[in-house]
């Protein structure tokens, strides 16, 4: 069984300038799946539009995962398969790093900057963003810029609480 570090709250916020896939109407009807590991849960589908705010809140296990965090955007369609509207990557360890040092987060102040992350390879961020401590949880305040896809960013929330007890089964 493996241990659970923490618990993942990920808030899709909005999508900017999302690409056209549904030519009749010139929109998209956009929704986010998240995967981590062998854990998927999506946000609901926003009709017609190529701007959405979702405002959804996804929920997954942080354990010790192998790959990124990776968002997939799609245009839901009712009678073919759902397009895709491009990914984007979240590396999870420096949060990782970040909860390592638990024992010591407690002694420091709301809004403490932990680490500053970079756009790269793992991290498909539109510009540097940073983990912040607040209280009993680190978060993230990003913006995605979208892979495989002609235009488009997803701007999002990740927030992660330590779990008390390590061997949670989820």
Not at 9 to 34: E, H, Q
Not at 84 to 104: F, S
Request: charged share 30%.
């Amino acid at each position: 069984m493996e241990e659970v570090k923490g618990i993942l709250r990920l808030t899709v916020n909005k999508g900017t300038n999302l690409a056209v896939r549904d030519r009749a109407s010139g929109t998209s009807d956009p929704y986010v799946v998240a995967t981590l590991d062998h854990q998927k849960t999506k946000t609901k589908v926003v009709k017609d539009d190529c701007n959405p705010v979702w405002n959804d809140v996804l929920t997954l296990a942080i354990k010790y995962p192998k790959e990124p965090i990776k968002l997939t955007v799609y245009d839901k369609d009712t009678f073919s398969e759902d397009d895709n509207l491009g990914t984007a990557n979240v590396d999870v360890n420096p949060y990782l790093e970040c909860l390592e040092m638990r024992t010591d987060l407690n002694d420091l102040a709301v809004g403490t900057k932990l680490e500053t992350v970079e756009p790269d390879e793992h991290n498909h961020l539109a510009e540097e963003s940073f983990i912040v401590w607040n209280k009993d949880s680190i978060t993230q305040d990003m913006i995605l810029r979208l892979r495989n896809v002609e235009t488009g960013e997803i701007e999002v929330q990740i927030e992660i609480t330590p779990v008390k007890d390590p061997h949670l089964i989820v």
